[in-house]
């Protein structure tokens, strides 16, 4: 095939993806948490947490509000969502390069067309896993609100990602990367 036959060769920007599912991270998380539009400030974050108990009332009063218990992905529906999101996004005209689906989060390394909204694209991908679980018997929500769409600066950038992605397999995460072979 010629270089320019690859389903990735068109103008667009890469994009690291993150979704987390109903529950994964709460107002109040003791591995930090960030307050919508920055209205609170909140020291710490996953890396430097802020101290322990510190924001226990906020997550106690998160989890009271929540409309269901937090959703944790089963191993056996994991990769029935990875092929969901990579089949509604392939449809879309997007590249999906790797994607790996863990517990609570989805991480998704893809290129999309020039001007195109990542987050926009997602969630049309989320809705159509969302469908493919209640084939599965799955009841209430799935997604947490908005994920995080990371606009990949470099070719270093972009490898670094596409490794960090490929190594949540040893997390027992369904991970699964494009080949040419697939063609």
Known sequence: MSPSKQPYDFPGAWYHIIGTAYGAWLYGDPRGFRTRHHREHVEGDYKNPPPTGLHDWKKQRSKRLMKQEEVRFPSNLRSVIGT??????????????????????????????LEADPRWFMGLAKKHASFELKEHRWEGKVWGKRGKELRIRNRSHQQNVYLYILRHESQGAYVWKWSAAQL
């Open 84 to 113: 969901a999101l990579r089949e509604r996004l392939e449809l879309e005209g997007i590249f999906v390069l790797c994607l790996a689906v863990a517990e609570q989060h989805v991480h998704l390394l893809v290129k999309l067309p």
